[in-house]
Nanobody
């Protein structure tokens, strides 16, 4: 399985970014997907997850109401729309493929990871 994340960059506080993750090498639509992030000096943390059908989603409290995860199984893509960005959202963002079809929130539930895309939010 290969995951390629893109869409990161530098944005001012209050701005928006849309992250994309392209998946290949596996039956994408059979598995849940997730986004995690890791800030300098901190552990990787859960951001958002989506079930294999896209019918269920879950968000970390810190991003709820600002971020939206979605997927397009026909294109093997998963997205993270990030609005009202804050400086504390600054991190490297990773997409990952879950071991199962449902929504999962811990790193141990994910078996394949992309290389990450950096998001920097200036104040």
């Amino acid at each position: 399985v290969q995951l390629q994340a893109s869409g990161g960059g530098l944005v001012q506080a209050g701005g928006s970014l849309r992250l994309s993750c392209a998946a290949s090498g596996r039956t994408f639509s059979n598995y849940g997907m997730g986004w995690f992030r890791q800030a300098p000096g901190k552990e990787r943390e859960f951001v958002a997850a989506i079930s294999r059908s896209g019918g269920s989603t879950k968000y970390a409290e810190a991003v709820k109401g600002r971020f939206t995860i979605s997927r397009n199984n026909g294109k093997n893509m998963v997205y993270l729309q990030m609005n009202s960005l804050k400086p504390e959202d600054t991190a490297v963002y990773y997409c990952a493929v879950s071991f199962g079809p449902d929504v999962r929130t811990t790193t141990h539930d994910y078996g394949y990871w992309g290389q990450g895309t950096r998001v920097t939010v200036s104040s």
